[in-house]
């Protein structure tokens, strides 16, 4: 019971706020006894190809992505369609997830946390649990000693995986926080989402895109 497979499901692949996460579930694996995780990004062509061979041979699969539109991106569930081979499948990987997102509230991950859930169950893999972290996006502009606490619950929950078969719930609802904000803190939020270094970020990541000049389309408006 030793190997790890550890699947990035972010369309940003190795930059990604998911991997970052996911390395460090993976060192707790290691650290809790498991053998070195492989890795790899759904958003690699070779990759992708890659992993529905090797879900099929690890004994752990952690499946990490970035929320979407209250959902998955749709390389997870290009991903995920892929699978079909394994339903029923005798010796199928006990099968755990990571799901993060940018909003504040770990509610909005709840609908595909249970979609998952089930996921697992209807392939016939055992449910080891899902990682739930809101606020992700943070990871991308603060320095990664700024997340220590993090990055050592994530290693908690990954030796709790090797250890135990299945991520520590306490561990979980700290990584976790808060489900809903408080009225005040919705009106602090949204104040300070007009704030002038929140809008330079989100223009920043426009103009880097080539969206900049997009960003007032609307293409299915009626003409
Ligand atoms: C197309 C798109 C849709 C998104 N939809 C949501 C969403 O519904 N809820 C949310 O909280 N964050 C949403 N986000 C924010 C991402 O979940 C968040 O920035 C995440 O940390 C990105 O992770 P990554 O670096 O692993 O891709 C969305 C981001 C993109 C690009």
Known sequence: MSSLLLLNGSPRGTRSNSMKMLTRVGEGWVHGGGDE???LHLALEQDRTRAVEA???ADTVVLGMPLYADSMPGLVMGFIETLAPYVGREGNPRF???VQSGFPEALHSR???RYLAKLATRLGCEYAGTIVRPGGEALQVMPDRANKKLWESLR????SLHVGGEFDSLVLSRIAGKERLSPT???VMSLASKAPVTEFYWNGL???NGAWGKRFDAPYASA
């Open 37 to 39: 995780p492989e890795v």
């Open 96 to 98: 755990g997830f990571l």
């Open 156 to 159: 908690e929950v990954g030796k």
């Open 111 to 113: 609908p595909l946390e």
């Open 185 to 187: 803190m919705v009106r």
């Open 55 to 57: 879900f099929g041979a």
């Open 206 to 208: 426009l103009k880097k």
